[in-house]
């Protein structure tokens, strides 16, 4: 049974950090490149960051030099270190498996395995 499960969110002041993390089982993660996206009432989902299995990281612009994609050892546990955080970060984050080993451009739109998120909100 694949499941994917997030922890980590909470609430914090804008300028503040957190660590979330995910631990995934059920599937064969070198063949799936892995991320994170967020998704805010009103507003559309965001691939935040991903890293495929060859390693390569990429990072959305909106947070770029503040959130730091990582992996486990064994790749089935995924981090995502936020700082400097701001209140327009406020959003349901998920972890989200894609076919294939190079996350594309839109791989956060149609991923074949999601956890059911964790909340993070920022205060001002």
């Known amino acids: 049974q694949v499941q994917l499960v997030e922890s980590g969110g909470g609430s914090v002041q804008a300028g ?38 060859d390693g390569r990281r ?21 981090y995502l270190q936020m700082n400097s955080v701001r209140p327009e970060d406020t959003a349901m984050y998920h972890c989200a498996a894609a076919w294939g080993g190079v996350c594309g451009r839109s791989w956060y739109t149609s991923p074949r395995f999601w ?3 964790t909340q993070v909100t920022v205060s001002s």
């Open 115 to 117: 956890g059911q998120g």
């Open 16 to 53: 503040g950090s957190l660590t979330l993390s995910c631990t995934a089982s059920g599937f064969d993660y070198s063949s799936y490149c892995m991320g994170w996206f967020r998704q805010a009432p009103g507003k559309e989902r965001e691939g935040v960051a991903s890293i495929n299995t």
């Open 58 to 78: 990429n990072v959305a612009d909106s947070v770029k030099g503040r959130f730091t994609i990582s992996q486990g050892n064994l790749k089935r546990t995924l």
